[in-house]
Each structure stands twice: as structure tokens, then as C-alpha cells.
């Protein structure tokens, strides 16, 4: 792969929106990708595998609890800085950034919202400092979009609970070693448990074959008869608003994360077009050429400002669920588009492995349809707009 001569777009010098602290964080991250990330990534991905030896780096540019407080190993930051820390990642690949987005969204914030004090205490420093790495099972094989539907259960047996059903698509699954699972109890009320690796019964097989997000584990949860002790339910939140409220986390993270990857595109095929000679010129003085930088550069800076803006509402606790939706929908659009466009600018040398960006297009195939699909987001908006419902 080509040496990692990234330089970010600021088209709208919103670096003037951003304190000391969001720079430095974001410069940290930046650093770490370009030194730790970019120059395995691409044999990671060839061979369908995540690069365990980065959850050290990670941990340490805080890329796991972000938000979380210091006194559970979070790194205590506010919302902009968690979302620049998700471009940042994405920008070298999607799945490490999903990685810190399941740690962070979907493993430490449930235990943290929704959890016990004792669950807070015994879990949230060692997934912050990587030593545990967790995943989410919300998505069943028969209810992906549909969540509401699962069939997961579990029984109450008195001294434990016991847990039956699998979870279908789980980030982390093959390697982690807590997950968070959503599951009915007998009245049907959804409930969220944390299931330890090591307890009979669980097992976590990995998806293999997949075309896209190929440098993340992809697995299933499977839970024949698990006995799960009674300490594990975590207790100040139940209904599927729980998993949902987590959701809206990771999707915010998302919005963010999108726009590194179509930054590195941009950027690729901005250096390509000058670069690049045909017909005595650089392609870049073609203007159907320019017509794609400039239409590329004018949807990061509108992509930029909406998560600039969700993050001070997301900060301020005024953003709602489908202003989530609505960036979430919009920059993994976006970042897909620019993908394809800045693919086809580099000719040939775009399919390689030399450049990041059919990587970056591979990726953002399971982006536009993991935590939300591209046309549920679409319905979470339609019903804000009208309050109609289109799902029921
Ligand atoms: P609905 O009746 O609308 O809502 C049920 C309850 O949930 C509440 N709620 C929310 N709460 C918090 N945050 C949100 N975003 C919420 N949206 C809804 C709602 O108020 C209600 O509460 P209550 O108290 O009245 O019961 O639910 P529905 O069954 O009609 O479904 C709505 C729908 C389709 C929008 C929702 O289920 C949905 O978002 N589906 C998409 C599923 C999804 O996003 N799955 C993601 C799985 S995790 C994943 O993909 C991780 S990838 C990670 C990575 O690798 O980065
Ligand atoms: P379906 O729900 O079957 O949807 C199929 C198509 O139908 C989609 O185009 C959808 O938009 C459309 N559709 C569905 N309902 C409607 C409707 N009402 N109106 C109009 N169109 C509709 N899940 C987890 O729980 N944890 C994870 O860590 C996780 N990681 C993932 C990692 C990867 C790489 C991938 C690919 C998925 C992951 N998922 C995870 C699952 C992901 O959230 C689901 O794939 C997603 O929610 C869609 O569910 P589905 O695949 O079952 O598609």
C-alpha cells in the first residue's frame, strides 16, 4: 500500500468550531492512524482479519469510552471529541472504527446508563483499557430491521436466569469476551444481559466470506441453555428503548466516522488528479474531473457541519433520535458516493490495494446498512416529518 500521505479537508475552516482539547484529541488520533493503522490495514483486510495488536493504541487515544467518566477508565470527553475521534479511525477503516464504536456505544454505554454500580465497577476499566473487548447482540437472524421481533429469551430459574436463542452479524463476536445481549423474559419485556465467555452453553462462530468490513470480526451468539447469574441483568432499563437509546450513540459516532472515510477518498483522488498525466495534463484540468472534486468537497463540508451541530445538540442533550437518523443516513450516503466517484478517478489503480478506497467502498456497504439500514432511516425522518407511522 501507498505510504499514508493523508491531509484533511477543511474547506470551511471549521477548525475555528473546534477548543484546544477537540484538536488535540483529534490530532492524537490522526497521528495514531497514520503510524499504527495505515500501514497494516490493507494486509488485515486482504486476509480477513482484525489487527488485535491496535486495541493497546486504541485505548490509548481513548477511543474506548470516550464519554465515559474518568472514575470508571473512561477518557471523560464531550460528544465533538468522541465523534472527531470516530473520523478519525474510519478515516483509516471502518472496522476498526466499528471495533471502538460497539466497545464504546453499545458495550460500556448500556453498562454505564443502564447498569448497576457494581457492574459499572467490575467491567468499564477493563473494557476501557482494552483488556476485555465486548460486543452487542440485538440482531437476530429472523429480525434484523425489526428488532422488536426477537426471539431470544430467557426464564427466570430462581437462584439464575436461563438464556436460549443466537444473534446473527455481531461485531467482536469471534474474540470478545463479555457481550451485551437483548432478550425476552416470560412476559415478553426486553431485557439486556451481559453473558461472560466461558459460560456453558455460549458459543461465538465467525461469519466468514464477507466482501466488505472484511479487517472486523463478524460472528454469531449462540446461547443453548446459558445460565446467567442474576447480577448480570442490567437493571435501570428495560423495553426496546434500551437497545434503541444505545443505538443512538453508535449512529451519532457514525455520522462522524462516514466522514473520515470520504475524507481519505477525497484526498486520494485529489493527489491522484494532479498527479496522474493523460493527454499531456494532469486529469485533474479536466473539468468532468474537477466537476467530482468539487461536488466531493462540497458534501464533506455539508456532511461536517451537520455532525458539527449534532454534536452540540447530542453535548447540550437536545438531539433527537431522527436527528440522529437524519446524519447517520446522510454522511454514510454521502461517504459511499464520494467512494465510488473518487474509485472510477483513479482508473485501474482504483481497484488495487494500492490505494484505500475500494477498501473504503467495501466498507461502507455494511456502514449504510448496520445500525439502521439506509431506508429505516429514511422512515425514522418520514414519521417525524408527518407522524405517520410507516412501520406499524
Ligand atoms: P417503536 O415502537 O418505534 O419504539 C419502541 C420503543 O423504543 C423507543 N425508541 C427509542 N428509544 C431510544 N432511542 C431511539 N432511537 C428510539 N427509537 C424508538 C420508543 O419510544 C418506544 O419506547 P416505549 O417506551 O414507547 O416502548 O419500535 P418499532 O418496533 O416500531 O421499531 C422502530 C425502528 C424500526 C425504528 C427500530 O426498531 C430500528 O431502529 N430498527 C433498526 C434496527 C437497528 O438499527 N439495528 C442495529 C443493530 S446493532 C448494529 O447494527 C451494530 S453495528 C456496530 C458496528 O460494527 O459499528
Ligand atoms: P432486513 O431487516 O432483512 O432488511 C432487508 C431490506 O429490507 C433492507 O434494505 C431494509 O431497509 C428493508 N426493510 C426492512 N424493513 C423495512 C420496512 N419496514 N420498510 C421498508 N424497507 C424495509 N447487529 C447487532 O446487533 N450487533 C452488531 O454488532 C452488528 N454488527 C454488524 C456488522 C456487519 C458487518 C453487518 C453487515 C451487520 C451488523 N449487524 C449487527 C446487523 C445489522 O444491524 C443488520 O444487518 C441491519 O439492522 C439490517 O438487518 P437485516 O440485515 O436483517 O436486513
Known sequence: MKPDLFEAPDYYNLDELLTDEHKLVRDAAREWVKRDVSPIIEEYAQKAEFPKQIIGGLAEIGAFGPYIPMEYGGAGLDQISYGLIMQEIERG????????????????YPIWKYGNEAQRNKYLPKLASGEWIGSFGLTEPDHGSNPGGMTTNFKDMGDHYLLNGAKMWISNAPFCE?????????????????????????????????????????????????????????????????????????????????????????DTAL???????????????????????????????????????????????????????MAKRNNVDMAINIAREARQMLGGMGITGEYSIMRHSMNLESV??????????????????TGLNAFK
Open 271 to 325: 493527489r491522484y488528479s494532479k498527479e496522474r498525466m493523460q493527454f499531456g495534463k494532469p486529469i485533474g484540468q479536466f473539468q468532468l474531473q474537477q466537476k467530482k472534486l468539487a461536488e466531493m468537497i462540497t458534501e464533506i463540508t455539508k456532511a461536517q457541519l451537520l455532525a458539527w451541530r449534532l454534536g452540540v445538540m447530542r453535548e447540550n442533550g437536545t438531539a433527537t433520535s431522527a436527528q440522529i437518523s
Open 93 to 108: 477503516d471502518s472496522g476498526v472504527r466499528s471495533t471502538a464504536s460497539v466497545q464504546s456505544s453499545l458495550v460500556m
Open 368 to 385: 449504510i446498512t448496520y445500525e439502521g439500514t439506509h431506508d429505516i432511516h429514511l422512515l425514522i425522518t418520514g414519521l417525524d416529518v
Open 178 to 266: 463479555i457481550a451485551v445481549v437483548w432478550a425476552k423474559n416470560e412476559e415478553g419485556r426486553i431485557h439486556g444481559l451481559i453473558v461472560e465467555r466461558g459460560m456453558e452453553g455460549f458459543s461465538t462462530p465467525e461469519t466468514h466470506n464477507k466482501w466488505s468490513l472484511r479487517a472486523s470480526a463478524t460472528g454469531e451468539l449462540i446461547f443453548d441453555n446459558v445460565k446467567i447469574p442474576k447480577e448480570n441483568l442490567l437493571p435501570n432499563k428495560s423495553g426496546l428503548g434500551a437497545p434503541l437509546g444505545c443505538l443512538d450513540s453508535a449512529r451519532y459516532g457514525i455520522a462522524w466516522g462516514a466522514i473520515g472515510a470520504a475524507m481519505d477518498c477525497y
